[in-house]
């Protein structure tokens, strides 16, 4: 097989953890079948992140035992309110002789876009003119909302309808997909657990890690006061936010003026090897999320066999347990308050290695790996008998 991945959720030098989770899928990419990947950019993207140096326009990646030939075509990023409904097309118009010359080069079987907005637009368009099938693997957390959008709502449906398949990540993704009469298989994101150690659980819970991009979408202020609760209770524990953006700053000032300097750390944005080394280290990540598919830090934590307090807002219900961690109300201090309480109260009956076993069975890379190799061989077996 030979299989095109196009992704502008793709890591670059200028943003290093772009799309990990699409990267790390494809690190189990068998050898005896062929990879190339599209991960486009938006033109001025090094500018933007402050990166001094040009955004390679191909280069050859790592991605496990293999180098996977990347190609970053620059697509125009427009005003995201002003002139959303066009971002798709133009994707298109920039992309397509790229996309044409590789598939016709390398005669690609299949073209497996990840998110539908605006990639899976663009490569409905591609695939119509190149007679290639595609499937979508759908990662949208905010997912009803963008497909509620007038905007652009038609033209997802149609990127979904073409698509010979429809893949979600999670099963709150199929549930939104499914009410607009749109079939999709579940397969989740994984992980390789070969990167991950565990460390036996301390006596008491202190430690606590957040990672995310620092948006207002990941209800980091709601934690930022739970600590402060913390805190006034005489509970004393420590969180270390890693992640950048630019929302760090409002996200400081409300630590200064909770007087939460001592308890809580910024990291900044840390490179993945980093993050598995420092996991074990840690007693409990703490997912306060709005909204996520599904969250792949979350298996990355339970693989290091630390339990999880984690908001209901999609994602995290499905991967969350009793046995694994604690789900909250989100978008409340409170209630995250609370379950670092239950934490606490339930310390003992989380057994770390428990933790990493159950994570690993049904979250390993190689069994996600297999599941798309049986629906890539699935796909075109079904398209070369038509």
Known sequence: MRILVFSSSFPNPAEPINGSFVCKTLQAFPAEHELVVVAPVPFGLAARRGYKESIPVEEEVELGADLVKVYRPRYLLLPYNLLRPFIGFIMFLLCYGLVS?????????????????????AVSMISSLLKIPYLITEHRGLLRETLRNPW?????KTAYRKATEVVA???????????YSIKAKVIPNGIDFEHFTVNPAREHPSRLVLIANLIPAKGIECLIEAISLLRNRGKHYSL?????????SSLEKKVQALKLDQEINFLGQLPPSRVEELLPRYDSLV?????????????EAMASGLPVIATRCGGPEAIVQAETGILVQPASAEALFQGILELESKWESFDPYIIREYARDKYSLDGVMQSYLELYKSILGSNSAK
């Open 152 to 156: 652009i709502s038609s033209q997802l």
């Open 287 to 299: 997912v306060s999320s709005l909204r996520e598919s599904f969250s792949v830090v979350i298996v």
């Open 240 to 248: 270390d936010i890693i992640g950048s953006g630019k929302y760090r």
């Open 101 to 121: 010359r590789i598939c016709k080069e390398k005669h690609i079987d299949l073209i497996h876009v990840h998110f539908a907005y605006p990639d899976g637009i």
């Open 169 to 179: 990540v999670s099963d709150f993704n199929s549930t939104v997909l499914s009410s």
